[in-house]
């Protein structure tokens, strides 16, 4: 489970549940068997376990090579034009590649609604 996130509602929805109290975190199979449990801080729980392989499961994805320029500001939070050139310009970044085909984004209504008051 290192760098992952567990989802609550899917743990309710398979069957098991989470048990909170004060900073601690008890998350429990169908069966009631414990299955991680962690300590926390901040709203979030880190969990002693690993996940497990049983042999088959195994994680396709599709990616593409270049990525446009609005695919890199909203992977980046919605930063500005700028900041990803910077980032592309001084190979800040492993593996970012901006499609030459794209343009340069110039509006974002995320980035408008935002800063709307």
């Given at each position: 489970?290192?760098n992952?996130?567990?989802s609550?509602?899917?743990?309710?929805?398979?069957?098991?549940?989470?048990?909170?109290?004060?900073?601690?975190?008890?998350?429990?199979?169908?069966?009631?068997?414990?299955?991680?449990?962690g300590?926390?801080s901040?709203?979030?729980?880190?969990?002693?376990?690993?996940?497990?392989?049983?042999?088959?499961?195994?994680?396709?994805?599709?990616?593409?090579?270049?990525?446009?320029?609005?695919?890199?500001?909203?992977?980046?939070?919605h930063?500005?034009?700028?900041?990803?050139?910077?980032l592309?310009?001084?190979?800040?970044?492993?593996?970012?590649?901006?499609?030459?085909?794209?343009n340069?984004?110039?509006?974002?209504?995320?980035?408008?609604?935002?800063?709307?008051?």
């Amino acid at each position: 489970m290192p760098n992952c996130l567990m989802s609550v509602k899917w743990i309710g929805n398979s069957g098991g549940w989470a048990i909170f109290s004060g900073d601690k975190c008890i998350v429990k199979s169908k069966s009631g068997k414990t299955i991680a449990m962690g300590y926390g801080s901040h709203m979030l729980y880190q969990l002693d376990g690993e996940a497990q392989q049983l042999g088959q499961e195994q994680t396709n994805y599709a990616a593409t090579t270049k990525q446009t320029w609005e695919q890199w500001h909203r992977k980046f939070g919605h930063i500005t034009t700028q900041s990803i050139v910077r980032l592309d310009r001084e190979n800040l970044v492993d593996g970012m590649t901006i499609d030459p085909a794209s343009n340069p984004l110039h509006s974002c209504i995320s980035c408008i609604q935002a800063k709307q008051t």
